[in-house]
């Protein structure tokens, strides 16, 4: 056994203490390189590669033997956890739904296109029109012109339970009508 592994093996070669100052210069030395890299691998995300690098000097920070023989941080280490570190949070993220956490989700909601909108209406118009007059008259008053149970009992001059069960019956039957005409619900 020679002199360098004897001593390694009692103790007495040890690599330099991890302080503060140390872990200074390695942010100093190898943060911009590291940060750019991780940029990269972010697709710009700035704020992830931040997140990515300090990760990376923390792990640096709690494993001494990364340090060359100088006391300083080797690169190609940090580089290989940094990678390692963007890979696995990569990955994690596929693994997730996306979520939207924009508060203007309503300005972003694609516009139906008029033609189209006209012709739903036109094709529920005809198929409320096809519905027997006791029916559609429940419907217009209910639905069109917004009235209660019992203002549409009162302009329709039957009582209130006749107008649920109207409504009920008026709905399958536009419904039925509806499917009839191939219209999507």
Known sequence: ???????????E?????ADDEALRVAYRTH?????????????GNRALAEDILQETLVRAWNHPQARTADGQWSRGWLLTVARRIAI?????V???STEVLDERVAE??????DFDRLLNARTVREAVASLPERLRGTLVEIYFRESSVAEAARNLSVPEGTVKSRTFYALRALHE???KRDFTL
Request: hydrophobic share 35%; charged share 20%; no cysteine.
């Open 13 to 17: 070669l040890s690599q330099p203490p």
């Open 177 to 179: 009508e509806l499917v």
């Open 88 to 92: 696995d949070h990569m990955r994690s």
């Open 108 to 113: 972003r909601q694609v516009a139906d296109d």
């Open 1 to 11: 056994m020679d002199q360098a592994t004897a001593q390694a093996a009692s103790g």
């Open 94 to 96: 596929q693994g997730r």
């Open 31 to 43: 943060g911009p390189i590291l940060l750019n890299y991780l940029s990269r691998m972010t697709m």
